[in-house]
């Protein structure tokens, strides 16, 4: 191969990486700049493929290390709502009620039965268009 193939194929990787965001791509076709440069050099194509798989290796290792030592973020909180307080407008039943928040009326379910009906809830989670409500303070609130 030439050392425009190496080249292409190296280009094709990195806009491949565009694909998957995982940075393994761009780590390979960036390994595919030794072997166009072995072969610049006159080296033979033996020696263009150990200098790929050299390339990749090391290429890919670094990524790796890499994505163990990112410290993971702690996942976004899709739902600002939590910790909201609400206005219980009926108890439906033991568990079940129903709420205004944000001046629209939802249906809401307690987060442990045993909790006494009240006329507000703090806001728990959310499931679907259903929230979990808790007649306490959430723990992290409590501190």
């Known amino acids: 191969m030439n050392f425009i193939s190496w080249s292409v194929f190296g280009i094709l990787f990195m806009l491949a990486e565009f694909a998957t965001g995982t940075l393994y791509m761009l780590a390979i076709g960036l390994a595919f700049i030794y072997p166009a440069i072995a072969e610049y050099a ?3 194509l033996g020696i ?3 200098a790929l798989s050299a390339g990749i290796l090391v290429h890919a290792l670094t990524v790796k290390i ?3 030592r990112k410290p993971s973020s702690p996942p976004p909180n899709i739902h600002s709502d939590v910790g909201q307080r609400v206005e ?3 108890w439906l039943d033991e568990c079940t009620a129903t709420v205004k928040f944000r001046g629209e009326e939802w249906q809401a379910d307690k987060a442990k039965a045993e ?8 806001i728990q989670s959310v499931h679907g268009h259903r929230l979990i409500i808790s007649t306490e303070l959430p723990a992290h ?3």
Do not use: C, F, L, R
């Not at 909790?115 to 703090?122: N, S, V």
């Open 141 to 143: 609130e409590n501190t």
């Open 66 to 68: 890499w994505h163990k």
């Open 48 to 50: 263009q493929i150990i």
């Open 42 to 44: 006159g080296a033979s």
């Open 115 to 122: 909790m006494p009906d009240a006329a507000y809830g703090i």
């Open 88 to 90: 219980v407008i009926e």
